[in-house]
T-cell receptor, first 114, second 114 residues
């Protein structure tokens, strides 16, 4: 089975740092993705981790611990435009059909306030 | 490259009617996915195509749902005898191969069944 947990909502102040956690229990693991989704829009790719450790990309960083089934997305120097939902997704191992499908968490709605 | 295109953006239909959605993936992407997203949830996998072959289908895809990708380029998703529970955002995504960038999603088709 697949179970991915994220907080439902978070609020943070413009200019601050926020950490969005994701824990997962899946029957297989082949990478973890973070997507950003503004209301009514498509999810857009933010980051990818397949090995343990921290991946940094500008104001966004993502961390993975495979042994703990845990990841977080760190957003620095928050801007109002960062108000969105952040989706954690785990990629399945090779299925035979080759889909490598993603299983998504429910998303964390981040509100950035002045 | 204009990304993944979906048409229509919005569809309102009466219960019992049939609807068809179209997805045009990024031209060089051989992998195409359909996902469904309801309010407050993450996207859920529906089906996967590699070129023109439909290789994987979720149990969510009841027999009222059918998807095609006749020439390995665009894809259609048809829902027959729509039900109110079918109301959701239907997202199409494409990718070239397993890699670090995940999928590219289209903007989705929002279906409302009244």
């Amino acid at each position: 089975g697949q179970n991915i947990d994220q907080p439902t909502e978070m609020t943070a102040t413009e200019g601050a740092i926020v950490q969005i956690n994701c824990t997962y229990q899946t029957s297989g693991f082949n990478g973890l993705f973070w997507y950003q989704q503004h209301a009514g829009e498509a999810p857009t790719f933010l980051s990818y981790n397949v090995l343990d450790g921290l991946e940094e990309k500008g104001r966004f960083s993502s961390f993975l611990s495979r042994s703990k089934g845990y990841s977080y997305l760190l957003l620095k120097e928050l801007q109002m435009k960062d108000s969105a939902s952040y989706l954690c997704a785990v990629r399945a191992p090779y299925s035979g059909a080759g889909s490598y499908q993603l299983t998504f968490g429910k998303g964390t709605k981040l509100s950035v306030i002045p | 490259d204009t990304g993944v295109s979906q048409d229509p953006r919005h569809k309102i239909t009466k219960r019992g009617q049939n609807v068809t959605f179209r997805c045009d993936p990024i031209s060089e992407h051989n992998r195409l996915y359909w996902y469904r997203q309801t309010l407050g949830q993450g996207p859920e996998f529906l089906t996967y195509f590699q070129n023109e072959a439909q290789l994987e289908k979720s149990r969510l895809l009841s027999d009222r749902f059918s998807a095609e990708r006749p020439k390995g380029s665009f894809s259609t998703l048809e829902i027959q005898r729509t039900e109110q529970g079918d109301s959701a955002m239907y997202l199409c995504a494409s990718s070239l191969e397993q890699g670090a960038n995940g999928y590219t999603f289209g903007s989705g088709t929002r279906l409302t069944v009244v």
